[in-house]
């Protein structure tokens, strides 16, 4: 939770829902070993940004 303060999960789960093509994307991320997390909010388009937050390198 540290990671993502300020940031309401239920919005950001609503859009993910909307967009198959993002789930793939972070599913592929956990497949080979990463652990994607939203780290943000770009101020300018809305767009929620994640990153790998894995500890170590994935696969």
């Known amino acids: ?13 609503a859009k993910l829902r909307t967009n198959n093509e993002k789930i793939w994307s ?8 990463g652990e994607p997390d939203v780290v943000e909010q770009d101020k300018k388009t809305g767009k929620y940004i994640f990153y790998d937050c894995s500890p170590e390198s994935p696969k």
Do not use: P, V, Y
């Open 1 to 13: 939770m540290t990671r993502h303060k300020g940031l309401g999960w239920s919005t950001i789960q």
């Open 26 to 33: 972070l599913n592929q991320m956990e497949i080979t070993g």
